[in-house]
């Protein structure tokens, strides 16, 4: 069953169009993936699923429901968590503060624990709950973000280049995060990542982004075995193509 689903989605900067008829859709209970250069357009998709920029043309749907042109707060409200690129934590809060800002739409009785549950999953911010998050390192932002995203208890998380600046050590660490979230709490994911390898490691499908259109998509098994994604995104070049973009000479337009 689709969670999410895009339907020929056209956003603009002004006069410029960022997302040229983008049609995804992710299933419940996955983590899908989203790859491609700087300036393909990942972050735009990101932010019209969260309703931080409102589509000129085509439908989003969450559970179904028609969400493009709903506020943030709204979108966040049924269960769509966003986690920006560059963390953006609260710098003069707390850690337990900031993770109480993440469930400020909740009117529950379960808050208390579900911060305990989080700090369980993030150790090192047990250690820090008092501290603001200015001094946090980015690795700790970075985790303290998922975590005040999980605080909302979502269905889906929206995750902007989670490993953007880390160490390989916390890359790992955040990709491990990331698949126990999925499994253990049931939260779909949507990821965007430039790190191609950790994101097809822990990705159950993937939709490759060029130029704001989706040119590719499969499982992320297969994915990596694509000579295209081998090549232009995990590294591995082939001497008689290299240099040279073959997307449409492969017919790999959806």
Known sequence: MSLLTLSNIETYYG??????????????G???????ANGAGKTTVLKTISGA????????????QEI????PD???????????????????????ENLLMGAFSRRDGEVASDIDMVLDYFPVLKEKAAQQA????????????????????????????????LSPRLVSEIAEII??????????????????????????????????????????????????????YLGMKDEGVRGRRRWKQRKTWR
Do not use: W
Request: glycine share 10%.
């Open 30 to 36: 996955q983590i899908a993936i989203l790859l491609g």
């Open 68 to 71: 493009q042109g709903k506020d």
């Open 179 to 232: 698949k126990r979230l999925n499994e253990e709490q049931s939260v779909t994911m949507l990821l965007v990542e430039q790190n191609a390898r950790m994101a097809l490691d822990i990705g159950d499908y993937g939709f490759v982004l060029e130029v704001g259109r989706i040119v590719m998509e499969d499982t992320c098994d297969r994915l990596k075995d694509a000579e295209d994604i081998q090549e232009f």
């Open 15 to 28: 006069p410029i169009m960022a997302i040229h008829g983008v049609s995804l859709s992710v299933e419940e």
């Open 74 to 96: 709204e979108v966040a409200r049924m269960g769509v968590a966003h986690v920006p690129e560059g963390r953006e934590v609260f710098p003069f809060l707390t850690v337990k």
């Open 134 to 165: 200015a001094f946090l390192s980015g690795g700790q932002q970075q985790m303290l973000a998922i975590g005040r995203a999980l605080m909302l208890r979502p269905r889906l998380m929206l995750l902007d280049e989670p490993s953007l600046g």
């Open 53 to 64: 920029m409102d589509p000129q043309k085509g439908k989003v749907l969450f559970e179904g």
